[in-house]
């Protein structure tokens, strides 16, 4: 081989792996935006179904709570909502919500309470801590990157 043509493929073997190494970063760059947008909407979209089952479900318990007569319409909307986290969220999340939702059943079925009962029912007042906890702990668990 010709040492004249030495230089000019080491020319072009540096301007095509420039060449090469500029199009792999940015595909790369490009993959992991893409990758951190959808994991910032599927947190935001699990906040979302959140934040509606805690609101269906904290009017429900104190509905229940004074009220004999179930609003079986909203006890749909809640089962709902327990239906599309069995798609989006983990099974601590939802098992913690179907304990909710059983225990909102079972303080419609139970006796009506009194405002003078508040006292010594404080410490069973809050009914989704367990769900609570279970989507921080969720939501902690997926990776931010």
């Given at each position: 081989?010709?040492?004249?043509?030495?230089?000019?493929?080491?020319?072009?073997?540096?301007?095509?792996?420039?060449?090469?190494?500029?199009?792999?970063?940015?595909?790369?760059?490009?993959?992991?935006?893409?990758?951190?947008?959808?994991?910032?909407?599927?947190?935001?979209?699990?906040e979302?179904?959140?934040?509606?089952?805690?609101?269906?479900?904290?009017?429900?318990?104190?509905?229940?709570?004074?009220?004999?007569?179930?609003?079986?319409?909203?006890?749909?909307?809640?089962?709902?909502?327990?239906?599309?986290?069995?798609?989006?969220?983990?099974d601590?999340v939802?098992?913690?919500?179907?304990?909710?939702?059983?225990?909102?059943?079972?303080?419609?079925?139970?006796?009506?309470?009194?405002?003078?009962?508040?006292?010594?029912?404080?410490?069973?007042?809050?009914?989704?801590?367990?769900?609570?906890?279970?989507?921080?702990?969720?939501?902690?668990?997926?990776?931010?990157?």
């Amino acid at each position: 081989m010709n040492t004249i043509y030495v230089p000019a493929f080491a020319a072009f073997g540096g301007s095509a792996f420039g060449a090469i190494s500029t199009i792999v970063t940015g595909w790369v760059t490009r993959r992991r935006r893409l990758r951190e947008r959808h994991t910032a909407r599927s947190i935001s979209k699990r906040e979302r179904l959140y934040r509606s089952f805690i609101e269906e479900a904290s009017r429900l318990y104190a509905d229940a709570l004074v009220s004999d007569k179930s609003e079986i319409p909203q006890l749909v909307s809640l089962y709902a909502l327990i239906g599309r986290m069995r798609i989006q969220s983990s099974d601590g999340v939802v098992q913690a919500a179907e304990r909710a939702g059983r225990l909102i059943i079972e303080t419609y079925l139970s006796p009506n309470r009194e405002f003078v009962d508040l006292p010594e029912f404080m410490e069973e007042m809050d009914p989704l801590r367990g769900f609570g906890e279970a989507c921080r702990r969720e939501l902690h668990s997926i990776p931010s990157r």
